[in-house]
Structures are given as C-alpha cells and as structure tokens.
C-alpha cells in the first residue's frame, strides 16, 4: 500500500477531522417540499472532485467564490423529515475528505383543485394512452440526461412579463372525479400570443407537440436542471439553439390539455421535480 492510500485512509477515517476540513454550508437550511437548496463548500481552492448527494439525488458541484456551490432539488412528493446528505472531496494532495448530515424537510400544504375536462381529454382511448406513455417516457429520459456545463448564471427571470405571480404548484388535482398526479408546476394567465422568454441561459433541449403539454420548449441549463415551458402558440426556437436569459422562445397558447391561455412554467433538477417560484427567488451573484 502507496503512503498517499494510507494518508487517504487516515483522512477519511474520523468526522470530527472532516468537519474541521471541510466547511460545508446550506442555504436554507429548513426547506420545503419542492424548495431549492444550495450548498455552499468554502476554502477549498484545489479539489480534484467533489460529489456528494442529498435525499439519494446526487449533487452537481461547480466552482464558486474560494470553494465549490451545487443546487439541490426536494422533489415534491419527498416525505417530510430528515433528508440525509452526503459530501465527498478529493483534494489536490489526494486526501480523502467527508462530511454528512441531514436537513430538516417541512410539509407543505398544497391546495386540491377540483378540473373538469372534455371527456376525451381524460379518458384516453388506448393509442392516445399508448401516445402519452411514450411521450412521458421521452421526457423522463430528458431530466435524466446530466449535460456536465453549467450554462445558467445569475438569477432567473420570470417567463412572462405578467403580474400573476403564477399558481398551482403541487395542487392536488381531481380531474372529472377521478384523483391525478400533482401538478408539478406554476400556470401563469396571460392573452394568447403573450412573449414567452428563456428564465436563463440554455440550450434548447427539446420543441415538440405532446398530447398534455400541447407544444412545448424545454431548456437544458446544465448540470442536471431543465425548465419547461408548456400549451404554447408556437415555438420560435429550435432544437439545439443557445439561449439567453430573457430571449423570446415562443408565445403563451392553450394547446394541449389546457382550460384556456396560460403558461405551464415547470423546473426539474436531477430529477426532482421543484417549484418554479423557488428557481426565481435564488440569487447567487458570479
Ligand atoms: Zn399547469
């Protein structure tokens, strides 16, 4: 065994050493169900690799300030409690450093909102459900899909240039009866043909014609975290496409499963779905 295994080992071995070591820091450090969190890791010039996970998600880690930031998701549907959290670094001398915890995750309470829908719009015959499988599996794969480049920065705008603060998210949804999956998103009112505009740097991921979300842009910002933007007019961007922040992408519509002209604004991070209104509030200056 090299003497940098065994420095390795040594390193790793006690947490008190790793505390000392390691300054790890979470903002907030209560959070909601479908808040983000950010982790701060500080003087820490010359990591060769940071990983780390919260609630089993892992964490994308980029360089910031003297240290290394990363975002975290709390899914909407994670249960309330202790979410345990995990940090690894390996440093520029080859030392093993760790640090573990856990955040407090508090309930929310989200409304139930009672729909009723055009039949056909509901109970889908077996090609349309057949359709709308293949097209949630597409998206799924999506968020899946980790591009290793942060391509945000700064803030995040809102979409539409409307006072709405937008509503719905995580509403419990009782469509013609029946109980559906949560609404995992804010709708924003706005008059058809309203601008529709990037909440931050991207690339377009995806412009396509679902059944639900009617036509749709998603945008990869890298490292795990993709917007959405849902019942659009049109799109005005096409696959692959850079993006900035407050560039126009499409105009509000009502296509797809909508009962009228709004926006279906939506955020994923690592695939943890998050409250778009949480993406707005973060700020972390350059
Ligand atoms: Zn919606």
Not at 126 to 139: D, Q, Y
Request: hydrophobic residues 40%.
């Amino acid at each position: 065994m090299g003497l940098w295994v065994l420095l390795a080992l040594l390193f790793s071995a006690g947490p008190a050493l790793a505390h000392d070591t390691l300054s790890v820091r979470w903002e907030p450090r209560v959070v909601g169900q479908g808040d983000l969190v950010v982790v701060f890791l500080t003087r820490l010039p010359d990591a060769k690799t940071v990983e780390g996970s919260l609630a089993g998600r892992p964490l994308s880690f980029f360089p910031y300030g003297d240290g290394y930031a990363a975002l975290a998701g709390i899914d909407l549907e994670v249960k309330p409690g202790h979410a345990a959290w995990r940090i690894g670094v390996l440093d520029g001398r080859e030392r093993s450093i760790k640090a573990s915890g856990k955040l407090q995750v508090k309930g929310r309470k989200f409304p139930l909102q009672h729909l009723t829908l055009p039949k056909e719009m509901v109970d889908l015959d077996a090609p349309t459900l057949k359709r709308v499988e293949e097209e949630s599996e597409r998206l799924r794969t999506l968020y899946a899909t980790v591009t290793p480049e942060r391509v945000w920065r700064g803030g995040f705008t809102k979409p539409v240039g409307v006072s709405d603060g937008g509503n719905g998210f995580g509403a419990r949804r009782i469509i013609n009866g029946q109980p559906r999956a949560p609404h995992a998103g804010v709708d924003y009112s706005a008059d058809p043909g309203t601008p529709v505009v990037a909440s931050n740097a991207g690339r377009v991921a995806l412009v396509a014609e679902y059944f639900f979300p009617g036509r749709l842009v998603v945008l990869d910002h890298g490292l795990g975290l993709y917007t959405l933007y849902f019942h659009l007019e049109r799109a005005e961007v096409a696959e692959g496409d850079r993006v900035e922040r407050g560039q126009p992408i499409g105009r509000v519509g009502s296509s797809g499963r909508a009962t009228g002209p709004h926006l279906h604004f939506a955020a994923h991070l690592r695939q943890a779905r998050v409250d778009p209104a949480s993406l707005l509030r973060l700020r972390l200056p350059e």
